[in-house]
């Protein structure tokens, strides 16, 4: 399984950027993917999580302090999941990481995932 994330950069607090993660090699048909953070000298949180099914995405699930204003979602080639960032706060600065992992059904941003991306900086100006 192959992640790589693109897209981060800087951008004025009340704006907006859309992360990428290419996804790849995944053996099974289901899956998890989430976008964790992690700003300086603070540990690693989810914010994000969607399941990838055959056929269907499952409902994703946010951390409370992105909800509404973030969006992940899959594309039809199974390729890509996105992070849609809006009206981003300064406190939303950080490394961006997609993660992934090979179970199925709802996910959740408590469980271990075993494959991840190299990160993405997100940089949000006041």
């Known amino acids: 399984v192959q992640l790589v994330e693109s897209g981060g950069g800087l951008v004025q607090a009340g704006g907006s950027l859309k992360l990428a993660c290419a996804t790849s090699?995944?053996?099974?048909?289901?899956?998890?993917i989430a976008w964790f953070r992690q700003a300086p000298g603070k540990g690693r949180e989810g914010i994000a999580c969607?399941?990838?099914?055959?056929?269907?995405?499952?409902?994703?699930y946010y951390k409370g302090s992105v909800k509404g204003r973030f969006t992940i979602a899959g594309d039809n080639a199974r390729t890509t999941v996105q992070l849609q960032m809006n009206n981003l706060k300064p406190e939303d600065s950080a490394v961006y990481y997609c993660?992934?992992?090979?179970?199925?059904?709802?996910?959740?941003?408590?469980?271990?995932?075993?494959?991840w991306g190299q990160g993405t900086q997100v940089t949000v100006s006041s």
């Open positions: 969607l399941n990838i099914g055959d056929g269907t995405d499952g409902r994703p």
């Open positions: 090699g995944f053996p099974v048909d289901d899956y998890v």
């Open positions: 993660a992934a992992d090979l179970w199925s059904g709802p996910c959740s941003l408590g469980e271990v995932y075993n494959y």
